[in-house]
């Protein structure tokens, strides 16, 4: 090599073009534009005046494929990829970045005729790499300075090609997961044809086809299921991929309301009927007219109001209320509810003749605990939807997140995994969603099923290991457990008293 190769302290530059790459990554995701940009930066840094990007290839006759390229005509290019085949294979085979000072008196290539013809002064090339795999590399050279590129680059080129190299590598893994998700969610589309409704898992499949079952008769459906299962999700499927879908649906929340509020909500009043009923007012049942009303939580309507829609219900006719006028309305009634509407008709709080007038047709929502399969699926979707666009950087989730994911209890179901990502997406700092971002528990780390219990053991361990996880929340308990709130009083009486 030349001794006299000169050197300059070129920390400055090398800093900023090191935080110009870093913060590349974090915001290009197309391959392509990723390595015009990479090799724009490098040649800015170390004043190269060509340049192009190379990635190995070995479909290629020369084992690698030109990029990207700058300030080289088509024209030069095949001309300069030939002369430059030897560096860049031995780069590619070393591993090791190669640096020509003065490349006409180079011995290794002064007799290289194609170089003198070219006029090149001083060539760098330096390897990208992933772990010990070349993926490519990056060529610069100068045809007016010799010595250009000096030893004190070494350095900087290498912790440069180190960083361009994994953004490249994240911004094709990144084109990968989305093409993987674009196929997936067309496949699932192409399966059941709801879009809005994620989900390939066996339950999740027989909720599709009683949907589908369901789409084009005026049964009325009721969907059970925890909370977070997607219920309103259900029944807006229902009504948009049914013969209603260019009429209203209109949905109505029927925990809460004292029951005067919710009579005039539904089915409307008459101009002074009350304090406040300045006008006459349409009820949504009148407003659903032609489509479809969903009764959300309707496990929560009052005796009375069970009564007033029963009868609604066999009629088919409604009353605003103060009014004497009965008008017809023809509305498909869906509903939901996720508390168990049979326990309520057993405790004598839910009329058995409106459960079956609701009920020609059950769908039950499956928890997202028993369909740990879709999790992935349904992460990936969540991630997209509150990442495009805001931090497309984050390209997916470290497989220790991915695994946690799997593994948590979701009492709050789809919900509470749509939120946990929402928050992740905020707190990622880099391109995959850390364990950490997720900010869930950590599981329970007791195995319940040690041997050498027995069953009434380990169903005790489970109960009292869930209700500290809820913090002693009994419903929660119940409802993570999948059994009703009776029995837990029950069971938990029962390990209190001290004959057991
Ligand atoms: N299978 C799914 N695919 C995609 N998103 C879903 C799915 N299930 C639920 N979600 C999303 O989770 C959230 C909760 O869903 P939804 O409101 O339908 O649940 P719910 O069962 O009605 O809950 P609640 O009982 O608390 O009212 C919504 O943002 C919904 O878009
Ligand atoms: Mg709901």
Redesign the pocket.
Same mark, same amino acid.
């Given at each position: 090599m030349n001794a006299s190769e000169p050197t300059h302290d070129a920390s400055q530059t090398t800093f900023e073009a090191l935080s110009e790459i870093g913060l590349t990554i974090n915001t290009i995701q197309d391959p392509d534009v990723l390595l015009e940009k990479v090799l724009a930066i490098a040649m800015e840094t170390l004043e190269a005046e060509r340049g192009f990007v190379l990635l190995t290839a070995r479909d290629r006759p020369e084992g690698f494929e030109v990029k990207s390229s700058r300030n080289v005509t088509e024209e030069q290019l095949g001309a300069l990829v030939r002369i430059s085949t030897s560096v860049v294979h031995e780069v590619l085979h070393t591993g090791e970045p190669i640096l020509v000072f003065e490349a006409l008196k180079d011995e290794r290539y002064r007799e290289t005729e194609s170089i003198v013809v070219q006029q090149i002064q001083s060539i760098a090339c330096v390897p990208l790499r992933i772990k010990n795999r070349q993926i490519g590399a990056i060529y610069l050279d100068s045809l007016t300075k010799r010595g250009r590129f000096t030893r004190a680059s070494l350095p900087f080129l290498h912790a440069f090609a180190n960083q361009a190299a994994i953004a490249l590598e994240n911004a094709r893994l990144y084109q990968t997961l989305r093409e993987e998700n674009r196929r997936l969610r067309s496949e699932v589309q192409r399966l059941h044809g709801f879009d *809005? !409704? !994620?989900?390939q898992s066996r339950p999740?499949r027989e909720v599709f086809e009683t949907i589908t079952r369901v789409l084009d008769t005026d049964a009325t459906v009721l969907i059970e +299921? *925890?909370? +977070?299962? +997607?219920? *309103? =999700?259900?029944a807006r499927a229902i009504h948009y991929n049914g013969e209603r879908k260019n009429k209203p649906f209109v949905a109505v929340f029927c925990g809460s309301l004292p029951d005067d509020l919710l009579e005039s909500e539904l089915f409307g009043h008459k101009r002074g009927a009350f304090t406040g009923a300045v006008s006459d007012k349409r009820g949504l049942f009148e407003v659903a007219d032609g489509g479809t009303i969903f009764l959300? *939580?309707v496990g929560d309507l009052s005796p009375r109001m069970q009564t007033v829609l029963l009868r609604v219900l066999q009629s088919g006719e409604i009353k605003r209320v103060g009014d004497t006028q009965i008008r017809r309305v023809d509305v498909r009634v869906l509903s939901?509810t @996720?508390k168990s509407l049979k326990e309520l008709i057993e405790s004598g709080d839910f009329r058995e003749d409106l459960y079956y007038r609701l009920n020609t047709l059950t769908i039950t929502?499956p928890p997202l605990r028993l369909r740990r399969n879709?999790i992935p699926l =349904?992460a990936h979707?969540?991630l997209d939807k509150y990442a495009r666009g805001k931090r497309d950087y984050i390209k997916g989730f470290a497989p220790e997140a991915l695994e946690l994911l799997q593994s948590y209890a979701w009492p709050g @179901?789809?919900?509470e995994l749509?939120n946990t990502i929402e928050r992740a997406v905020v707190l990622a700092r880099g391109t995959f969603i850390r364990r950490e971002d997720l900010r869930l528990p950590e599981p329970i780390a007791a195995d319940p099923f040690e041997p050498g219990l027995t069953l009434k053991e380990i169903e005790q361990r489970a109960v009292l290991q869930t209700l500290k996880a809820h913090e002693g929340n009994i419903s929660e308990t119940a409802r993570v457990l999948g059994v009703s709130r009776r029995w837990l009083h029950y069971k938990l009486k029962e390990w209190e008293s001290p004959d057991r």
């Open positions: *809005e !409704i !994620i989900g999740m +299921g *925890e909370s +977070g299962t +997607g219920k *309103e =999700l259900a959300d *939580e939901a @996720n929502m879709d =349904l979707h969540f @179901n789809v919900r749509e």
